[in-house]
């Protein structure tokens, strides 16, 4: 069982930056791919971003292409996602997950943690 806990959410500006963390409770690097996804009140949740157990292949959503960046340090089982140019929709609670697959559907990722709000104001 891995469990995972987001941190580094909030409150920002239209236009700025935060980078979200997410801690797993074990070594993921053996096997885990890391990813992102987002939910927004009223909606469904959806994919932002996903990265390989080894870091050299990563995958976004067209709606944060060239706005999000995700990372991963395998050594302290940790995944980040640095969000620049924030604009009010990217407003939700984000959840780090883990599962065997790099994949842009919810239903293949196994561990989710208990997510961390974003808040962008215009």
């Known amino acids: 069982q891995v469990q995972l806990v987001e941190s580094g959410g909030g409150l920002v500006q239209a236009g700025g930056s935060l980078t979200l963390s997410c801690a797993a409770s074990a070594p993921t690097s053996s096997t885990f791919a890391m990813g992102w996804f987002r939910q927004a009140p009223g909606k469904e949740r959806e994919f932002v971003a996903a990265?390989?157990?080894?870091?050299?292949?990563?995958h976004y959503a067209d709606s944060v292409k060239g706005r999000f960046t995700i990372s991963r340090n395998n050594a302290k089982n940790t995944a980040f996602l640095q969000m620049n140019s924030l604009n009010p929709e990217d407003t939700a609670v984000y959840y780090c997950?883990?599962?065997?697959?790099?994949?842009?559907?919810?239903?293949?990722?196994?561990?989710w943690g208990q997510g961390t709000q974003v808040t962008v104001s215009s």
């Open positions: 990265i390989t157990w080894s870091g050299s292949t990563t």
């Open positions: 997950t883990a599962g065997a697959v790099v994949a842009t559907s919810r239903a293949l990722y196994d561990y």
